[in-house]
């Protein structure tokens, strides 16, 4: 089982978000025959396999194996990833997707969230090492200062860049988003 599935096509999103299905997801998080997820969900088996079956065919579960109960066989399912991602690319933008000029925008920080989603998505997870990190942290800056951290967050990025943007080695791609934290409830 994957940690994440980035989906990119229609049809998968359409099997995915359907309230029925997402708990037939949850219940499959573990191999589990459709007898099995119906009792625990309290439908019928059938119910089940009929929600099992669209997402098979949508790539979200697989048939890990089959046993024979009283001469039928029945399939044991597993859902094929821990998260689901849904690329922002199905769902768009009202106005249509462009990629916005000032990069103090919201609009340019939407975009940007989408290529690092898509981006991560691509990756190869069975590769045995995935080199990465991420830092999440939070600032305080007095609205007279934000041009000064601004300067001083782009003479940081350019040093780093101009210091490690040479041809030769593993590429990496450097993101980094600033914007305001929203009200904790």
Not at 76 to 90: E, M, N, T
């Amino acid at each position: 089982m994957r940690d994440v599935l980035y989906l990119e096509q229609i049809e998968q999103a359409e099997a995915l978000l359907k309230p029925q299905r997402i708990e037939v997801l949850r219940q499959l998080a573990e191999p589990r025959t459709c007898t099995e997820v119906g009792a625990q969900l309290g439908q019928s088996p059938q119910r089940v396999y009929y929600h099992v079956k669209r997402l098979v065919e949508a790539g979200l579960v697989t048939q890990v194996s089959e046993r024979k109960v009283r001469g039928i066989s029945e399939g044991i399912y597993q859902a094929g990833a821990r998260s689901y991602w849904l690329s922002p690319r199905l769902v768009g933008r009202i106005g249509g997707l462009r990629r916005a000029q000032d990069e103090l925008s919201l609009g340019y920080l939407l975009d940007l969230m989408e290529e690092v989603q898509a981006d991560i998505g691509a990756l190869d997870r069975t590769a045995p090492e995935l080199p990465s990190i991420g830092l999440s942290g939070e600032i305080h800056i007095r609205p007279e200062q934000r041009p000064e951290f601004l300067a001083d967050l782009q003479s940081t990025l350019q040093e780093l860049f101009t210091r490690y943007g040479g041809a030769e080695g593993d590429a990496f791609k450097l993101a980094v988003a600033c914007y305001p934290k929203g009200d904790e409830k």
